[in-house]
């Protein structure tokens, strides 16, 4: 596989970032409870230095709920402070603001020693494309300041949002990484739409996102109809076990074309579609053992 997707105004949203920090107080970073690792941009550690961080687990309501619980002790374990939130529908958002007071308990302090009483804290809201970023923003503030959007790179230039007298957040357009070692990445990141589909062929990426639900949760192709999953055979890959069920979905679905082909393109486009929209049940694919 071979995915390109770091465009020139990722560059610059780095150096832009890296320039932002000394004018922040925290970093608050989003990521997507489906997958954690993959979402995660490997890079904000190493811009971010030594500012205190919070990890946001977001949508979380389409996420399995245990694995949510165990990705939390897990980001806790490694020093991380964590909140759970379906900015979506706004769940969790509400804790946001003291979260994010208690995270900067001792500095606030500070401040109001040297008599800077009153000081809103400034936040850095970071993020790949299309975990749900201007979203959480909005949801935050209680209003329309962040451009938000289905597709990657909606967000351009960074915009600062008043939530109210103690919190001002930056938000950050979404930055991805030059390139990544590991093939599940990708696939992870496109079918969660982070990147655009453009870049990868749709019927290759909905024949692995079968597979992956043929293996794991079975009981989501019932929204296809398909009762019985078909087997997997001896040496069978991911992609050809993947078209088998594209196949045997478009047929139940009805999806052809002219001639009476099945139509595995259109199937392909469906699932990732509903896939996307939580239409096909909760799932995590990642786990912190991964």
């Known amino acids: 596989m071979n995915i390109q997707w770091y465009p020139g105004h990722m560059t ?57 619980r165990e990705w939390t002790a897990w980001f806790k374990g490694q020093g991380f402070s964590v909140l759970e939130t379906d900015s979506k529908s706004g769940g969790g958002v509400g804790q946001f603001s003291a979260v994010v007071q208690g995270v900067l308990r001792d500095q606030i302090a500070k401040w109001r020693e040297k008599g800077q009483v009153g000081r809103p804290v400034r936040a850095m809201v970071v993020g790949i494309p299309n975990v749900g970023k201007s979203t959480f923003i909005n949801k935050t503030a209680k209003k329309k300041s962040a451009k938000a959007g289905d597709r990657p790179g909606v967000t351009r230039g960074k915009q600062w949002v008043n939530v109210d007298a103690t919190l001002d957040l930056l938000d950050t357009p979404g930055i991805l990484w030059p390139k990544f070692e590991d093939e599940t990445t990708g696939l992870h990141l496109a079918f969660t739409g982070a990147v655009k589909d453009e870049i990868m062929d749709v019927e290759t990426l909905g024949c692995h996102l079968m597979a992956l639900l043929g293996e794991r949760y079975p009981q989501a192709l019932g929204a296809y109809k398909l009762t019985e999953v078909p087997a997997r ?45 939580g239409k096909l049940g909760r799932f995590t694919l990642e786990t912190p053992k991964a």
């Open 12 to 68: 610059k949203t780095r150096r832009q970032m890296e320039a932002d920090l000394k004018l922040v107080d925290i970093v608050v970073e989003i990521i997507d409870a489906r997958i954690p690792v993959s979402s995660r941009n490997p890079d904000i550690d190493a811009i971010c230095g030594g500012k205190p961080r919070l990890i946001v687990l977001n949508r979380v309501d389409q996420a399995d709920p245990a694995m949510s």
């Open 233 to 277: 055979e001896a040496g069978e890959n991911d992609v050809a076990w993947g078209y088998r069920l594209l196949q045997a979905c478009a047929g139940k679905r009805g999806m052809k074309i002219s001639g009476g082909e099945l139509d595995t393109e259109r199937m392909a486009r469906v699932l990732l579609d509903e896939y996307r929209g």
